[in-house]
């Protein structure tokens, strides 16, 4: 497994959680179709992930709003917003990925699970968070 794989896995449960739902990294990679056995350092980084965006969620919220120029959190697409979070929490709460590489990341997670415009979106709330600290 990958870290890559960790990060998606992370933002499927992201996702679910504004359902309700309380999947497990396991679930996930069965509903997902992955047949890999993830390492623990993997499961642990995607659970420290999930539990940093919702320990943070407040503020990772106003960061995001605050560079979605003309777009609120609520009327965002859920699966943008889940990857959003992400990577708002990798950039400024975790610190343990250059913001360059979650940014990236982030955008990749788009190009597969969003439609065609949200890469561009992602890329561009990411970076003035990235540029301006906001």
């Not at 990236?104 to 600290?133: H, M, Q, W």
Request: glycine share 6%.
């Amino acid at each position: 497994m990958s870290r890559k794989i960790a990060r998606e896995v992370a933002m499927k449960l992201t996702y679910e959680k504004l359902f309700g739902c309380d999947d497990t990294y396991h679930q996930v990679l069965e509903q997902s179709g992955i047949e890999d056995e993830p390492s623990e350092a993997d499961i642990a980084f995607a659970e420290d992930i999930v539990n940093g965006v919702q320990q943070n969620i407040g503020a990772i919220d106003e960061i995001i709003s605050s560079a979605a120029v003309g777009w609120s959190v609520e009327r965002m697409p859920k699966v943008d917003l889940s990857i959003l979070r992400i990577a708002v929490y990798e950039i400024r709460f975790a610190k343990e990925v250059p913001p360059a590489v979650a940014a990236n990341e982030a955008v990749e997670l788009a190009k597969v699970y969003c439609d065609e415009r949200s890469p561009r979106f992602i890329n561009g709330v990411l970076g003035k968070v990235i540029r301006t600290g906001s």
